[in-house]
């Protein structure tokens, strides 16, 4: 998942809040069009991002990448 794609998932949560992206901007302190090229190359901080986040009740977490352990339970580690 990319920084576009969280932007991307952070707008549709606020539309679904009936949040216009230009109040989102807004409450994160940032302008609307900053937000609008966000959605294809991000280069906000992380602190906007988490802020962004925050204001539709979402939060940023890290999560272990335990590929290996996917494929075991997939039956996919050692194709036949």
């Not at 539309?15 to 302190?29: C, D, F, M, P």
């Not at 609307?32 to 280069?43: D, F, V």
């Not at 991002?49 to 979402?58: N, P, S, T, Y």
């Not at 996917?70 to 580690?77: A, F, I, P």
């Amino acid at each position: 998942m990319t920084e576009s794609d969280i932007i991307n998932e952070i707008i549709e949560m606020a539309k679904t809040q009936n949040i216009s992206q230009g109040e989102l901007a807004a409450r994160a302190g940032i302008r609307q069009e900053t937000l609008s090229r966000a959605k294809k190359n991000s280069n906000l901080s992380f602190k906007t991002v988490e802020q962004l986040a925050k204001i539709v009740g979402l939060q940023l977490k890290l999560i272990a990448d335990n590929s290996v352990a996917d494929k075991v339970q997939e039956g996919t580690l050692f194709p036949s």
